[in-house]
Structures are given as C-alpha cells and as structure tokens.
C-alpha cells in the first residue's frame, strides 16, 4: 500500500487513522501543496483532480477518502471500522455524507468542484466500456450522476460549461 498524502489534510488525515486503525502498514510519499506538487503531471495521472490523499494497492488507484475508506474495509475486514448493525452503519455513512457537503455549502465552492469532478471524471472513465461508469451494470457510482442529471436540467445558474463536461460524460454511460 501507497499513501499519497499532505500532512495537514483532513482527507489524509483520515485515511492515515483509518490504515492506523486497522494495522495496515503502508508507504508514506508526502505531497506539498503549499509547493503545487498536486497539480504535477505525475501526481494528476493518479488523481486528474489533483487531491490527496490518493491510495495505491499494487494497480488499484483510489482517490477520495470514503472511497479508500469503504475500499479498505472491504479488502481488509480485520478491525472493522463500521458496526455490524445495519442501522448503526447508515448513521455512519448519514454523519460523513453531512460533513462532506453540509447546508450551508458556498454555490461557487460546490459548482468548482462539480466542474473539476466531471472533468477528472471523464479522465477515470476513459479505460472502461458500457452503459453505466464501469460497466453494463448499475452501481453506486450511477446514482449521483443521475441526480447531477436532473439537477443539470432544471439549476438555472448552472455553468454551462459543466453542462457539457456532464454530457460528455453521460454519453461514455
């Protein structure tokens, strides 16, 4: 296992408690972003967003920190990081997603990173084939693309730039 990781990020920090949490040992490569080393071209073909922390386990990537999380818990079940009941885990998944995205969140703040995310999106997307993300199958994955559809169509200050980006990527579905 890989961290790709800035100290001082939340992100990181989390996935570093969470590998910590359940005795994974992993090489550490820290990634300056006060010095841009996020937006070099070796590190954006890891994360085309160029956000840490980003994990590597032999040829999987991952780049986002519920990703690698939920990732870690499947590969590596010892030292659970979710409870076994199933309305306990929903809670969980309830608090993270309200931390990630709250009420209050900017519109500028939320239109950049939806941009940015699609774009990035495009780029992950590029070596699979089928309807949906990855596959002729619906996973997880489709679900907020659907919403960002409707949301898409009917947002009247949506940037159309975004718009397109999201077609684009409908289209590879």
Request: hydrophobic share 40%; proline share 3%; glycine share 6%.
């Amino acid at each position: 296992l890989k961290l790709y990781s800035y100290w001082r990020s939340s992100c990181s920090f989390r996935v570093r408690i969470a590998l910590n949490l359940k005795g994974l040992n992993y090489e550490y490569r820290a990634v300056n972003l006060l010095k841009g080393e996020q937006f070099s071209a070796e590190f954006t073909k890891l994360n085309p967003l160029g956000y840490v922390p980003v994990l590597m386990d032999g040829d999987i990537i991952l780049a986002d920190s519920f990703a690698i999380i939920m990732y870690l818990e499947e590969k590596y079940p010892q030292h659970s990081l979710l409870p076994k009941d199933l309305q306990k885990r929903g809670i969980n998944y309830q608090k993270y997603i309200k931390e990630k995205a709250g009420p209050n969140e900017d519109l500028a703040w939320a239109k950049y990173h939806i941009e940015k995310g699609f774009v990035a999106l495009e780029k992950l997307l590029k070596d699979y084939a089928g309807r949906y993300a990855t596959g002729d199958e619906v996973f997880l994955v489709w679900f907020p693309a659907c919403i960002c559809d409707y949301a898409c169509k009917t947002c009247v200050y949506y940037m159309l730039y975004c718009v397109q980006t999201f077609c684009r990527v409908c289209q590879q579905y």
